[in-house]
C-alpha cells in the first residue's frame, strides 16, 4: 500500500495521500459510528471533553468542529488505529516498528460553513527531541476542492518554522502576510472515501471554510517514532505530569513496538507554544482566542 514511490514523496513533498487504507466495510462502520456521536451531540449546549461545537450547533442540527480523542470513546477508533493497513503506513512512513500515539481528534466540517483551520506547523504545538512525527487523516466523506480539503506546502517541512504568535501570545496559526509563506503553491489532498492524507509535523497546512453541500470528516491520529520523547512545556497532554505519570502515559500510548528510554536527539528548531492563549482548549479555541489573523477571512 505504501511502496518506494509514497516514501519518496512524503520525504520530498512532506505529504501523501494513502488509498484504501480502511475497507468498505470499516469505512461503513466509522461512518455509523461517528454519526451517531454527531446525533448524540444535540443534547449538548456547550463544548465538553468530547465534543467541540461549531458555530449553529442546536439539537435539531447538530455542528461539530471535533470529537476529542475518538481512540477513547469508542473501540472502534482504537481497532483502526491499530488495524494491519493502517500500522503498515505508520511504521514504513516514520521508518521504525515502534510507533506512539501522540494525540487523536475526528474533525468535522458539516456542510454550509464548516470552520476553517488557520495556517500552521503542528511542530509549532508540541516539539520533540526530534520531528519524525506524523498525522494520517481517515477520510470518512469523498474529499474535493470544494468541502474544505486539507491545503499543504510541498517542502516546507524541511523549512523554518513559522512565527506562530499573535497579540504577545502563542496564537496556534501563522501571518498570512509572512513572506516565507509561499501561498502560490498550495496544492489540496484530495481523494475518496476511505484514502488517508498523511502530512510531516513541520509541514504547513490549512483548510478553508465548507461551503459545499457535503460533509468532510477525518479521522486523524498523530504518531510519532517511539524515540521522539516530548519536550518539557509543549502544549498537549503532558502538561503537569511527574516523572511516573510521564512514563505510565508515554508506554500506554504505544501503537507498536517497543518506548525506547534514549531519546534520540536532532538538531530541529524549536520555539516553545507560550505564552498560553487565553483559551488553549483546542487548536480552534487558540486561532480565535489569540486574536490570530485569518487566511480565510470573508469578505
Not at 254 to 272: D, F, H, I, K, N
Request: with cysteine; net charge negative; hydrophobic share 35%.
Amino acid at each position: 500500500m505504501v511502496g518506494e514511490n509514497m516514501v519518496a514523496q512524503y520525504r520530498r513533498d512532506g505529504f501523501a495521500v494513502v488509498p484504501e487504507v480502511v475497507t468498505p466495510d470499516t469505512l461503513d462502520a466509522l461512518r455509523r459510528v461517528t454519526g451517531d456521536f454527531i446525533a448524540a451531540s444535540g443534547s449538548v449546549t456547550q463544548s465538553d471533553s468530547v465534543y467541540d461545537l461549531d458555530e449553529g450547533h442546536s439539537a435539531s442540527s447538530p455542528r461539530l468542529t471535533r470529537i476529542k480523542l475518538p481512540h477513547q470513546q469508542h473501540p472502534l477508533y482504537q481497532q483502526v488505529l491499530t488495524s494491519p493497513s493502517v500500522l503498515a503506513a505508520l511504521t514504513t512512513l516514520l521508518g521504525t516498528p515502534d510507533v506512539r500515539l501522540h494525540t487523536s481528534k475526528l474533525n468535522c466540517k458539516a456542510p454550509q460553513g464548516g470552520r476553517a483551520v488557520e495556517w500552521h506547523q503542528d511542530w509549532a504545538f508540541y516539539p520533540h527531541t526530534n520531528d519524525d512525527i506524523l498525522a494520517l487523516g481517515i477520510w470518512l466523506d469523498d474529499v474535493n476542492e470544494e468541502n474544505g480539503p486539507l491545503l499543504a506546502i510541498p517542502g516546507s517541512h524541511t523549512g523554518p518554522v513559522l512565527k506562530h504568535t499573535a497579540n504577545g501570545v502563542f496564537s496556534g496559526a501563522i501571518d498570512p502576510g509572512d513572506p516565507d509563506f509561499r501561498h502560490s503553491e498550495v496544492r489540496a489532498l484530495t481523494g475518496p472515501a476511505g484514502s488517508a492524507s498523511v502530512h510531516h509535523v513541520r509541514t504547513l497546512h490549512g483548510s478553508a471554510p465548507n461551503l459545499s453541500a457535503q460533509s468532510r470528516r477525518v479521522l486523524f491520529f498523530e504518531c510519532c517514532a517511539a524515540d521522539a520523547w516530548p519536550l518539557a512545556g509543549i502544549s498537549g497532554p503532558y502538561n503537569g505530569m511527574s516523572q511516573e505519570a510521564l512514563y505510565a502515559d508515554l508506554q500506554s500510548r504505544m501503537v507498536c513496538g517497543a518506548l525506547p528510554l534514549q531519546p534520540r536527539l536532532e538538531s530541529v528548531p524549536v520555539t516553545m507554544p507560550l505564552p498560553v492563549p487565553p483559551d488553549n482548549s483546542s487548536i480552534f479555541k487558540v486561532q480565535e482566542s489569540s486574536g490570530a489573523t485569518s487566511a480565510f477571512a470573508r469578505d
